[in-house]
């Protein structure tokens, strides 16, 4: 086991007992996960893998130091409104990942629980339950679509979320303690 510190803008984190893990949104465009769907698949930001866990996890920092505050009020419209159109991009971009896992040859290890988190920083408690419920209707795959034809070609199951939900730094410090996250002073 190892410890793992990989950033996103101003956060850094630090995984410490895993196995591996990746900056997944990062990786070179020259690898094959770039060009699947004519490079349309949006990736999430980390990919950990522990001994019995993989975790695709995806960071919004609303509160990083840099943004426009006009890009913060439409992501909090987004995020308080009744349209689900928020937590249709996030389950977007865990179903994309899992797809070009699985077109690549990278599909996470089938006897291990598959969890799908999402970090933002600044939202409330009432808007992190409603975004978590938005969740929970992964992993909806609509037929007919390119996703489920990729994903019957390669013979591969379509439940493969095992929990999704959605979290603030408060409730990420409480529930991961050995998945740390610090804000990283700026220079």
């Known amino acids: 086991m190892a410890n793992i510190t990989l950033n996103e803008e101003q956060l850094r984190f630090e995984f410490n007992n895993v196995q591996s893990g990746v900056k997944f949104d990062m990786q070179p465009p020259t690898l094959p996960e770039h060009d699947l769907l004519g490079g349309k698949l949006r990736p999430v930001d980390f990919i950990i893998e522990t001994a019995d866990s993989v975790f695709f996890i995806e960071v919004k920092d609303p509160k990083h130091i840099g943004a426009r505050s006009r890009d913060v009020k439409e992501f909090m419209r987004k995020a308080r409104g009744t349209s689900t159109e928020l937590g249709d991009t996030l389950i977007s971009k865990c179903k994309d990942t899992y797809i070009n896992r699985v077109c690549t040859g990278n599909q996470p290890d089938p006897t291990k629980n598959l969890f799908y988190y999402v970090l933002i920083t600044g939202l409330d408690t009432a808007l992190l339950v409603h975004l978590t419920e938005q969740l929970q209707s992964l992993p909806v795959l609509k037929p007919g679509g390119a996703e489920l034809e990729k994903l019957h070609s390669h013979d591969q199951r379509w439940d493969f979320v095992n ?25």
């Open 163 to 187: 929990a999704a939900a959605a979290f603030n730094l408060q409730t990420w410090r409480a529930r991961f303690p050995d998945f740390l996250v610090e804000r990283k002073l700026v220079e």
